[in-house]
C-alpha cells in the first residue's frame, strides 16, 4: 500500500501537499515524498521514515512552484531504500516527468525484461519505473495519449498520479483496485488516495476518478479521458476491512459507516455472551462499535495503544515485528480482571499478534475471551498492492478454523463470512476483489510470485 497526493494550481501546492500527506500517512511509513513543479524545473525532497521525520521547514520553502504530487511508500515490490522512495522523477523528449503510484502491478518483471532487453537501463527496483520507461518509449504524440500507450501495456493494480513542467495527471486502472479521489480547493484541484486528506485542506469532494480513466489537469481545468472500457470492477475489499481511515469515503463510501456493519454483521453471524467488547485498537474500534450495539453489549477500552511507534507490520523483518507487538498495546486491568469478553480484530495474517494479545489479556485476569475478526480467513496472498505475506505464512491457508482457535489460545473464535462481508458494503459482489478470501484473482498474478498463488 501506499499513498498518494496531489495539488495543481496553488502557490502554497508544497505546503499543502506535506498536510495531505500527512492525512495519508497510515498508508505507508518506510519513506515518502514531494516533488513540485515552478514551470521550468522540479523540485524535490525525498526521505525514509514518516512525514514528520522527512521535512524540515526549509524543506517546504524549497519546493516552488504551483503543482506538486507527493507519495508515502509501503513497499510492496522492490527493497526498502531510499532509491525505491516516491516520486520518482526523469527526464524525457517533453521535459520533466514524476510518478507516484499507489498498488502494485503484475507484469512488471517481464516488462522490465524485455525493456532491458532493448537497452533500458533502470534506477530503481520498484515496478513503478517500468511504466516511466513505456512512457518515454511511446511513439504517440501527446504526453495524455503516450500515458493511455504505456497504461496498456501494464497489468494489476495501480491509482497514479503524474508531475510534468505544467500539468498534472491522475490515472487508475481498469478495475479500480486502489482509491483515487478529486477535490477542489477554490480554483485549485487536489487529488487524493483518501477523501480524509481534503478536508484536512479544506477541500471539497468532486469525485473519484473512474478505474480506466486519465485526468489531465492544465488550463486550471481538468480534462477526462478513457483509456479502458473495462466493466468489471475489483475494487479491494480490504480497504474497507483495515486499510483506509474511517472518517474517509473510498469507492464512493463511507469506510465509517461500512465498518461499523461489518461489526454488526459479525454479531448477528457469531453472536457470544459477554460482560464487555473491546477492539485491538485502533484498526478494529469501528467494527467493535457495531458490534457493541448490535449485540447490545458495552463496548469498553481494553488496551491502550502506544502511538509513538509506526505499524509494526509495515517493519519487513520479524525480530522488529514481534518487538513492535509487545511495545504497541497494553491492557487496562481495570477493565479486564475477572470478565468475560469478545475481543473484536479486522483480521488475522500470521496469528502472531493475536497470540501475545491474548497472553496479555489472560495475564491481565480475563475470564473468557471470544475473539470476533471482522473479514473472512485470509487464505490466499496479496497481488495488488496489500503486503500480505506467502500462503506459507498466511494462518488460515495453513490451519482449519478450530487449530488457529487453539493456537492463539481462545475460548471461541469466529471469522465474518464471505457474503457477510459484502452484505455489509451494501454493494455487489462483482464490484469487490475478493481474492485473498476466495482465491479468484481478477487479475492474472506476476509469474514469478505466481508459487505463492492459492
Ligand atoms: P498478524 O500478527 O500477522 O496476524 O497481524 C494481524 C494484525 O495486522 C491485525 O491486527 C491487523 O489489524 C493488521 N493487519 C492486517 N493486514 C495488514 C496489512 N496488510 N498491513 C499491516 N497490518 C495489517
Ligand atoms: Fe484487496 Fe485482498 Fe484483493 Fe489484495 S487480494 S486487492 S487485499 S481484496
Redesign the pocket.
Known amino acids: 500500500?501506499c499513498g498518494i497526493f496531489g495539488v495543481y494550481n496553488n502557490t502554497e501546492s508544497a505546503k499543502l501537499t506535506y498536510l495531505g500527506l500527512y492525512a495519508v500517512q497510515h498508508r505507508g511509513q518506510e519513506s515518502g515524498g514531494i516533488i513540485s513543479s515552478d514551470g521550468k524545473k522540479f523540485h524535490s525532497k525525498l526521505g525514509m521514515g514518516q512525514i514528520s521525520e522527512i521535512f524540515a521547514k526549509d524543506d517546504l520553502n524549497g519546493l516552488k512552484g504551483s503543482n506538486a504530487i507527493g507519495h508515502v511508500r509501503?513497499s510492496t515490490a522492490g527493497s526498502t531504500s531510499l532509491l525505491n522512495a516516491q516520486p520518482l522523477a526523469i527526464k524525457f523528449i517533453k521535459g520533466n516527468l514524476a510518478i507516484a503510484h499507489n498498488g502494485n502491478l503484475c507484469n512488471a518483471g517481464s516488462l522490465k525484461e524485455k525493456l532491458e532487453e532493448e537497452g533500458s537501463i533502470f534506477q530503481t527496483s520498484s515496478d513503478s519505473e517500468v511504466i516511466l520507461h513505456l512512457i518515454a518509449k511511446s511513439k504517440k504524440k501527446n504526453i495524455e495519449e503516450k500515458i493511455a500507450d504505456a497504461l496498456s501495456n501494464v497489468t494489476g493494480a495501480y491509482s497514479l498520479l503524474f508531475l510534468l513542467d505544467n500539468k498534472i495527471i491522475a490515472a487508475r486502472d481498469p478495475y479500480g483496485f486502489r482509491p483515487l479521489c478529486i477535490g477542489k480547493l477554490k480554483n485549485s484541484f487536489v487529488i487524493s488516495s483518501e477523501t480524509c486528506a481534503l478536508d484536512i485542506i479544506g477541500a471539497q469532494y468532486v469525485r473519484d476518478v473512474e478505474p480506466g480513466e486519465i485526468i489531465s489537469f492544465y488550463n486550471k481545468k481538468m480534462h477526462s479521458i478513457k483509456f479502458s472500457q473495462n466493466k468489471k470492477r475489483a475494487f479491494c475489499i480490504?480497504e474497507y476491512i483495515?486499510?483506509a481511515r474511517p472518517d474517509s469515503k473510498v469507492f464512493g463510501k463511507s469506510v465509517y459507516s461500512i465498518r461499523k456493519n461489518l461489526g454488526k454483521q459479525l454479531a448477528k453471524e457469531s453472536p457470544a455472551d459477554a460482560d464487555y467488547v473491546i477492539s485491538?485498537p485502533d484498526?478494529?474500534n469501528v467494527a467493535a462499535v457495531g458490534l457493541a450495539e448490535q449485540s447490545k453489549i458495552p463496548y469498553q477500552i481494553g488496551f491502550i495503544r502506544n502511538h509513538y511507534i509506526g505499524?509494526?507490520?509495515?517493519e519487513p523483518k520479524q525480530e522488529i515485528?514481534d518487538f513492535g507487538?509487545k511495545i504497541k498495546y497494553n491492557p487496562v486491568p481495570e477493565t479486564l480482571k475477572g470478565k468475560k469478553i469478545i475481543l473484536v480484530?479486522?483480521?488475522?495474517?500470521?496469528?502472531?499478534?493475536?497470540?501475545k494479545l491474548i497472553r496479555m489479556l489472560k495475564h491481565a485476569g480475563v475470564k473468557k475471551i471470544h475473539h470476533r475478526i471482522s473479514s473472512p480467513p485470509?487464505k490466499c496472498p496479496?497481488f495488488y498492492g496489500?503486503?500480505?505475506p506467502q500462503k506459507t505464512e498466511l494462518?488460515a491457508a495453513n490451519k482449519s478454523v478450530e487449530e488457529i482457535r487453539k493456537y492463539i489460545g481462545v475460548d471461541t473464535l469466529s471469522y465474518l463470512s464471505i457474503d457477510g462481508l459484502v452484505k455489509a458494503t451494501g454493494m455487489k459482489k462483482e464490484d469487490f476483489c475478493l481474492a485473498c478470501f476466495n482465491n479468484d484473482y481478477p487479475v492474472e498474478p506476476p509469474k514469478k510470485k505466481n508459487n505463492g498463488k492459492c
Open positions: 500500500m509501503y480490504f483495515y486499510f485491538v484498526s478494529a505499524r509494526t507490520f509495515i515485528r507487538a480484530d479486522d483480521s488475522i495474517v500470521r496469528g502472531t499478534t493475536s497470540r485470509i496479496c496489500i503486503d500480505t494462518i
